[in-house]
């Protein structure tokens, strides 16, 4: 987190008189909501004033949630996720969702309730009794939506700032202690004094709080996302023209009204059956595309190589059932100036959603139509800083929270090269991370291991406490008579010794396979060190009864696959010390075709039957189709990659039970000896897209 004097340098340089427009936009919108829902009329306020999803008659106002959800921008948006902001709303199911407390009232009685805690907070507000809003439970169920209304109706009071992420975080940012599981009313007034507190900011409106904080230390994760604009680019004249960028599934409604990728993955089930019981992964790439928010980028795409434009966000989702085809639509100011044809395609991109690497993405930026090539920066160090993967820049982030992190998940999805692509990011080396060359990454990694400042080791059934942190081992450069014994430090020890002479660098220990080693005998008495708060705390060591501590500076990423053993069965002690990221088999990896089969597609499918029969745990990860990095591409890679590596894998999951690797495999085995079926690698492509990605139902439907 970016400390106290770069905040004050910032604020310094702030142009405050920039946001002097929007401010009175925003005061404008203020206005019209005190207008159309005056405080004094709230007791009396029917229900379908309030609500969203509800059929508007001819000519009316909009309704309460709409106006702060979606016609309100200036004041602060509240957009993005599902309608269940709103704590109860109608659903196009035609049913009512309601938060947990109103669950069992019907719509008039929990409206009721719902309305009458918002009265109180308002009476409980306008009288500075701002602790009694910790007493109304239901509000707590629409937190955004609430300090809104609390700060559009009592600007004097609060904050434009609604996310409690988000508030929690610019608290912290400001040297406040952010508390968690309070409502975010009050975190926004805790915020709002820290910065009463600050001379800095004397004399700020909330506007321009609000605008500098979101500027220079927004704390939401960007994600760049590739989208299609139809197909082979044919809506591409109608979104640049329009501003916008759009996508189909029209049927689905607004995607608003789905709170859950489970909820909106049924819905896909029921208008797009597919053996695989319908894809998880586009449900949540909708739910990613409904939540793009003002700032985020995109890139628009003509097939697997050629860039039609690069684009900001400029506000937020709507559903336009109005246009003929593609209601989902996002607002978009476009560069066509990145206009360009790569000089190697993009396999990820076969689809219609697809997330760009942030090195990749500058490369495309970097590049003016008519310039020539896409300049190849992906592995120099510039000195530029170079915005890390999402997945990479999660694991600094419970490194930093936690002070020591275990990746787990099934076989092949990635861990150890998460690991390491962690551990390059610690030491500088972010430029050879996402779209460069892999044999820069790789030499990155070999001169990385080769310092002093990262080391990786494998557990193992025999590893011990004598080769993490000391024992007395064969002395191999004594010369007398019989076996002499030395004291040796182990590989964690000298580690800490390191760190301990350089504090001002980050120390980092990989370890693979961490769950295979017996941990409690392997740390000792260090597992209580590990904790963060009792860094730097000693201990003498029972074998040399040497005082040793564990330094601040030092970190740990595991590596443990979910396949072998659960993260359940790990000693408790070990569980409370470390943070646990899942990291699952991820189809944008693959996203290919193989003669008539879409790998994807099959990948995600086959994946859906293993959880079923078996659990997420067994699942296969993308590495067993991927090869040199890219998706296999060949009949005769698929060949291989199936006979000699998934099948093998699943047939050891199912331990001889034939029956078992039929319900999983369809077609491909024998049912009733479990073997395989052999055909050639051209048929074998073929009869994977008929079991998996054809529609038709498989054994297990």
Known sequence: MTNAVDVRTAAAEFDRAAVADVESAAEDERKEVLAQFPLEEWAELPLERYALGQAPPPGSEPTYCRLLEFLTPNLGSIRGGSAAKHIMYHHNSGEWRLAAPLRGMDPQEAWVELRGQFVRAFDTVAAGDFDALDDLEVLRYGPTLVTKSLTTYFPQHFLPIYAAEHLRTFVTLLGGEAQTGVPAARTNRQLRELLRNREEFEGWTGQEVMRFLYKHFNPRRRTIWKIAPGERGRLWEECRNGGFICVGWDELGDLGQYQSDTELKQFLDAHWPRSSGGSLTLARRLLAFRDLEAGDRVVANRGTDEILATGRVDGSYRHAPDRPEFHHVVPVVWDASRAQKLSKPQHGWRSTFAKVDPSLFARFTAHTAGSGSVPDTGGARTGTPVALPEDVQAVLDALERKGQVILHGPPGTGKTRLALGAALALAGRADVLGGADPRQRAEAQAEMLHGDRVRMVTFHPSYGYEDFVEGFKPDLSATGPGLTLALTDGLFHDLCGRASAQPDQTFLLVIDEINRGDLPRIFGELITLLELDKRSLPVALPVSKRAFSVPPNV???????????????????????????????????????????????????????????????????????????????????????????VLPLLEDYCLGRAELLHRILGALVDAGTGRALLMPPQDLADALATEFTSGVPGPDA
């Open 555 to 645: 970190r740990v990423i595991g590596t443990m696959n979910t396949a072998d053993r659960s993260i359940s069965h790990l000693d408790a002690a070990v569980r409370r010390r470390f943070a646990f990221l899942p990291v699952g088999p991820d189809p944008d990896a693959v996203s290919g075709t193989v003669g008539p089969l879409d790998l994807a597609a099959f990948f995600e499918s086959l994946n859906t039957r293993i959880a079923r029969h078996l659990d997420a745990d067994h699942q296969i990860g993308h590495a067993y189709l991927l090869r040199d990095g890219e998706p296999i591409a060949t009949e005769e890679d698929l060949a291989a990659a199936f006979h000699h590596e």
